[in-house]
């Protein structure tokens, strides 16, 4: 059983100003202002997800949160998996009684997030530790035609998640950071 797909490509930009700008010009309409968001991936010792490239997500966006099952992805141009979601009302309580059911905290990421309606897209930009991206959200093909619109090809397009950049990042720069917060890499 599937429950609802989720599109999405990341795209890079040099700073938060461009991305911005650039999200700016398509004339988007604000949606939510800029805010930290922290992130928590869980997975468990015995038949973990990572081995099905499947991921249990807990966020913190302010003073809500939410639950996050991420199936494993599917072939395509955009990053497409099944995403299965609920708020919660105690991030703390949640991830107490996950413990008590297995799982244990795997990676943390933070990222300031701001988002925008344009059409059907929910267009973000985030600012992480590690660079800033805006997220395209919503159909393939609005995907793909919006990333045109930014002057963006396939070739621009992340599929990668943000634990798969870190994990690049940490290469590249030899960092021995284990999380991705602001905190730990500034």
Partial sequence: MTGPIEREIKLAYASPDEARRAVMALGVIPRRQRRLQQDSLLDRGTDPLVDRRQTLRVRRDGDRAWL???????????????????????ADRLLQLLARLGFEMR??????????DCGALVVTVDETPIGTFVELEGEEHDVIETAKRLGRSPADFILASYRELFLVFQAES??????MRFDDLT
Avoid at 107 to 116: A, D, G, P, S, V
């Fill in 107 to 116: 990676f943390r990421y933070e990222k300031y997030r701001e988002e925008f």
């Fill in 174 to 179: 030899g960092s021995t950071a284990s999380h």
């Fill in 68 to 90: 996050t099952f991420k199936g494993a992805p599917l072939p395509g141009p955009t990053k497409a998996r099944e995403e299965l979601e609920t708020e919660v009302e105690d």
